[in-house]
């Protein structure tokens, strides 16, 4: 059989886009799941030798020896854990139990005179290891990986926004030409909606949550060895020295509200920039974005001609795919039947699936935007070609003077009339208006009607 690699792989994940997804592995694969689960099992074991009730103490050497089966976990220790698990290692029979699996490896890798085998998961649930070590997953994939991607693409957007704040662009409302703008205005909403997401995803990391409270959440097995012990206080210091906030009411699982909320900002923030992918595709297909060519690259097999907006569009699928993932994942993990069901476990191993849509999504905006050149001769072209969004301009200022019928009257020249300019200074000159307004009005152009975009830009932060 063909050994497996990147053109035998059954995703494109870690297939035709691996070279995208590569800086997810340390946070989404089954490695990392396993290690996640070790550094929990270890600092739970630590932090129990800090009870004055359990007879179980370390130095600061042997504390550093502990740490040290997490923080040097290699494939080879993985390989140690899945045989563990699948088919038998050393003095172990197959668990057929991911948790359970770990928990030897552990005594496999502690030194041989120390003897602390029974407080290796003493009295724990695996979902106490398991929803633990997911959000630490969670929690380095966001702020290791998807927020820094976020802000990179907000940075593009700022940047296109400042340096092309001024250039006019006729802009389209029910895909119908429209009052101008300008390029720059346009990205700065992008900009300005993405960094409210950013905002929103950032709140929802912040918010994780662990539980540490047993089979039933009731704390049994550790109350009954240790009636004497806090171990509703004990688990939410435990909890949140890794980083998290304490759940103090669960069943048997973290009820996942938490990570529903991630998701859902996540799936904001998606929102904004497929929006961004749609805009730029139509741009690019009236031509008022260019794009540079790159070298050696092929935009169709039968066009030569054709320079393709691909980034736009492969941005687009792969976060309508993590948006799809996203609102199942929200859904389903927030549900368990009466105090467990295991359906969550396998739907959880997805989640680094979402995450790697969401960021060759990313990615591939990013090369999108970094190809594309405003056009402005085509955008300054095709204002001067539409004379008729000046109507907007001139009723408005014919009713600032006092005339009633200011819209009917331009409505009368204009509504799906082809009119020029020189219509329009006949109608001016035919107006009961002061000479000052009348040479107000004259002074009107498309291009040079854009209200203060430029300056809204500069509110960008």
Not at 29 to 45: D, G, H, N
Not at 97 to 106: C, L, M, R, S
Not at 263 to 270: E, P, S, T, V
Not at 271 to 295: F, H, K
């Amino acid at each position: 059989m063909t050994e497996r690699g990147p053109l035998t792989a059954v995703s494109p994940l870690d297939g035709r886009y691996a070279r995208y997804t590569e800086p997810l592995t340390p946070y989404a694969s089954e490695q990392a799941l396993m290690r996640a689960r070790v550094e929990v099992e270890i600092e739970y074991l630590i932090a129990l030798a800090d009870l004055d009730a359990v007879s179980l103490s370390f130095t600061e050497e042997e504390i550093e020896t502990l740490r040290a089966i997490y923080e040097e976990f290699d494939d080879e220790d993985a390989d140690v854990i899945k045989q563990l698990e699948t088919e038998g290692y050393g003095q172990y029979s197959a668990t057929n139990h991911d948790v359970k699996a770990v928990e030897y490896f552990i005594r496999l890798r502690l030194p041989e005179e120390t003897e602390i085998d029974q407080w290796i998961h003493f009295g724990l649930t695996s979902e106490d290891v398991n929803n633990l070590a997911h959000r630490l997953l969670v929690d380095g994939a966001v702020e290791e990986v998807l927020l820094p991607t976020l802000y990179e693409r907000r940075d593009d957007l700022v940047e296109l926004a400042q340096q092309y704040r001024e250039v006019p662009m006729l802009a389209r409302t029910h895909g119908q030409p429209a009052t101008p703008t300008t390029f720059g205005k346009e990205m700065a909403v992008y900009a300005s909606r993405l960094g409210q997401q950013i905002a929103r995803i950032e709140q929802a990391h912040e918010g994780l949550s662990g539980k540490l409270a047993g089979a039933s959440g009731t704390y049994a097995a550790h109350h009954a060895a240790f009636p004497e012990v806090d171990w509703p206080a004990f688990a939410e210091d435990f909890v949140a020295e890794l980083g998290f906030e304490h759940e103090p009411l669960t069943t048997q699982v973290n009820p996942c509200d938490d990570l529903a909320e991630l998701f859902d900002a996540l799936q904001g923030a998606n929102n904004v920039l497929l929006d961004l992918d749609l805009d730029a595709w139509l741009y690019i297909s009236d031509r008022y974005l260019g794009q540079q060519t790159v070298e050696g690259e092929t935009g169709s097999s039968t066009m030569p001609h054709k320079v393709n907006p691909i980034d736009f569009e492969n941005s687009e699928g792969n976060l309508s795919k993590a948006n799809s993932d996203l609102h199942f994942l929200a859904g389903y993990v927030t549900n368990s039947r009466l105090q467990r069901d295991l359906s969550d476990s396998t739907v959880k191993r997805n989640i680094g699936a979402a995450f790697a849509h969401c960021l060759i999504g990313y990615q591939k905006l990013g090369n999108g935007l970094a190809k594309v050149v405003p056009n402005e001769q085509v955008m300054r072209e095709e204002l001067e070609a539409t004379p008729e969004i000046i109507g907007e301009a001139v009723q408005t200022i014919l009713r600032r003077e006092g005339h009633t019928d200011a819209y009917e009257q331009v409505k009368e020249l204009t509504r799906g009339e082809r009119v020029e300019l020189d219509d329009f200074q006949e109608l001016f000159a035919d107006l009961d208006v002061p000479e000052e307004v009348r040479a107000e009005l004259r002074a009107l152009t498309p291009t040079g009607y854009t209200g203060v975009a430029d300056e809204l830009v500069g509110g960008l932060e």
